[in-house]
């Protein structure tokens, strides 16, 4: 937890800094594909609220698709790519039922279609880092 918090002043200090100088906006962190892993995971974390997919992926349980631990455990045993994933790229392999499937893909079809490339990235290195922000 204490960590957690750590981590989170780091960014706003790294966040505060930048703004002294020019504007920090959304498309200013779009436009920085170099960003740190820790800046990635915290811009992750925050797209994955506001991209909506935690109403439906909890970190450690089921709702309406598999946890994101049960997620990266298969994807972490199978070397799977997430961003491949999410761009259509890849065919699923946590849950293959075909209702499942259509439920994630209508997502991949819709409002992710305009997502980019470091946003995709972000959420990457998020999920794959959740473990870590979890426990520790
Ligand atoms: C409306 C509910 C819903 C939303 C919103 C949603 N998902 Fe899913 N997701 C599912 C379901 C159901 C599955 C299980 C089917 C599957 O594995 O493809 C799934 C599976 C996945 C998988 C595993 C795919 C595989 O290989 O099987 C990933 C990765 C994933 N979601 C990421 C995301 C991300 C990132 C977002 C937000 C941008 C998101 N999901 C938003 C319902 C949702």
Redesign the pocket.
């Known amino acids: 937890m204490m960590r957690l918090l750590y981590f989170f002043i780091v960014i706003l200090l790294l966040f505060s800094c930048k703004t002294e100088s020019k504007d920090t906006t959304d498309k200013d962190v779009n436009t920085h594909p170099e960003l740190s892993k820790d800046s990635k995971i915290f811009l992750g974390n925050r ?2 609220s506001e ?7 909890a970190i450690n349980r089921k709702k ?3 946890s994101v631990v049960e ?1 990266m455990t ?2 972490k045993e199978k070397n ?1 790519n ?1 961003v491949e ?2 761009r259509g790229k ?8 075909a209702a ?2 259509a ?5 991949i079809n819709g ?2 279609k305009n ?1 980019t490339d470091v946003e995709l990235d972000a ?2 290195t998020y ?1 794959l880092h959740v473990d870590d922000l979890n426990t520790k």
């Open positions: 797209l994955f991209k909506t997919c935690i109403t439906c992926h309406v698709g598999p997620i298969i994807y799977g997430i994933f999410l890849s065919d699923p392999i946590v849950d293959t039922t499942q499937v439920i994630m893909q209508s997502n409002f992710l997502i959420i990457s999920m």
